[in-house]
């Protein structure tokens, strides 16, 4: 019996994380200044999901985004898709996903930057 209880406060403890994530959806309707509210309020262990088609001149700041080891923050195209990020034309040596050296356990798959 301890060792089922022990079992179960060490799951419990585990996925204290887990249920706090969140996993927030942005779509085209969007604009970049929208999109990078939700970015700034990523917290540990977040999701955010690109539905799919065309970002035109959606420029992402990063800058001081921190997840942690084992709560990664995870910015993503949505299954199936591979969303597209077209380059801001407005700004000279600018960057469509601006990365701060304060930035850390960041993870970017499934989009395309063009």
Known sequence: MRVLIA?????????AACVSATEYVVTTSQTSAQINA???G???????????G????????????KGTKNNWIVIRGA??????LTINTD??????????????????ANLQIS
């Open 91 to 108: 700004v000279v040596f600018g960057a469509n996903i601006d990365i701060g050296s304060g930035t850390s356990f960041v993870a970017i």
């Open 42 to 52: 990523l917290k540990p262990g977040d999701v955010l999901t690109f539905s799919a």
């Open 7 to 15: 079992t179960l406060v060490m799951f419990l403890a585990a996925c």
């Open 38 to 40: 939700v970015v700034a």
């Open 54 to 65: 065309t970002y035109n001149n959606v420029a992402l700041s990063l800058n001081s985004l």
């Open 79 to 84: 299954a199936g898709s591979l969303p597209v």
